[in-house]
Nanobody, 114 residues
Framework: QVQLVESGGGLVQAGGSLRLSCAAS????????MGWYRQAPGKQREMVAT???????YYADSVKGRFTISRDNAKNTVYLQMNSLKPEDTDVYYC????????WGQGTQVTVSS
């Protein structure tokens, strides 16, 4: 089993920044891709950013140029630096990791006030 623990969510004004962290622990031999997704009530969960083991990154069009994903393989941790936040970025953000299967974190709330 693998556990993902997220931190760093909160309330911020539009234009502000937040940094999310997600640490993986448990029966980890090798973590493949890690990423961040977000979901609003009643909507489908959507990919925000993904980073592969080799460091390749992928972003949703809505966050390109504002968000940066990174990872520390030695610490099994992935980060999401979110700058120039907008009210429409308000969501619950979930960490995802692919090990032997897909694992999800419990989610962290990000609220951006206008």
């Amino acid at each position: 089993q693998v556990q993902l623990v997220e931190s760093g969510g909160g309330l911020v004004q539009a234009g502000g920044s937040l940094r999310l962290s997600c640490a993986a622990s448990g029966s980890i031999f090798r973590i493949n891709a890690m990423g961040w997704y977000r979901q609003a009530p009643g909507k489908q969960r959507e990919m925000v950013a993904t980073i592969t083991t080799g460091g390749s990154t992928y972003y949703a069009d809505s966050v390109k140029g504002r968000f940066t994903i990174s990872r520390d393989n030695a610490k099994n941790t992935v980060y999401l630096q979110m700058n120039s936040l907008k009210p429409e970025d308000t969501d619950v953000y979930y960490c995802r990791a692919i090990v032997d299967r897909v694992y999800w974190g419990q989610g962290t709330q990000v609220t951006v006030s206008s």
